[in-house]
């Protein structure tokens, strides 16, 4: 019995997929991708993509990585991440510098709680603003009413939790872009 012998056949070089690295999916006009965008921003990760996600269309890579297809959705190297505010304190830790969360267990906890009331509290009103008609103006005048009565946060530093920029800060900013 003859022996055969397989010549190897070289291998093409790998090329990394177009969308490996870190990469946002986002709905259109969305208050919670905004959010998620801001921070990227404020990071300077300049090599993440935006990918906006049309209602209704199907986004084949999108739909494999979050069958569920709920936006924001966040893909990286480590995995794939759903919310916003699960996104953003990834951002924050994942790209430390600039740093947008106190050092401090305190602080950290201060900003959560204040993250919790924004999502809660003042999130869903600038979502009902986008529906249109008197339901978006009662929900415009409750939310810059919201807003008027969290300027009490803001203390003569600046920040809404103090002299230093954080994740707050970012939910605060969105909202205040939305009331225009």
């Known amino acids: 019995m003859a022996l055969r012998i397989r010549q190897r056949v070289p291998m093409p070089p790998v090329k990394p997929a177009a969308n490996a690295g870190l990469t946002l999916y986002v709905g259109p006009d969305s208050l919670q991708g905004d959010w998620a965008r801001l921070v990227l921003a404020e990071k300077d990760v300049d090599t993440a993509a935006i990918r906006v996600i049309a209602p209704g ?99 003569s530093r600046g920040y809404i939790m103090g002299p230093e920029y954080s994740l707050a800060d970012t939910a605060w900013a969105v909202l205040l872009r939305r009331v225009q």
């Open 57 to 155: 269309k199907i986004d084949e890579d999108f739909l494999i990585l979050n069958p569920a297809q709920t936006l924001p959705t966040l893909a990286d190297r480590e995995g794939v991440i759903q919310t916003a505010r699960v996104i953003v304190e990834y951002l924050d830790e994942r790209y430390p510098h600039p740093s947008l969360m106190p050092q401090e267990p305190a602080g950290r906890a201060r900003i959560r709680m204040t993250l919790h009331k924004i999502e809660h509290e003042l999130f869903p009103l600038a979502e009902r603003m986008q529906a249109g008609g008197a339901e978006a103006t009662s929900a415009k005048r409750q939310l810059v009413d919201g807003l008027k009565g969290g300027a009490r946060f803001f203390p």
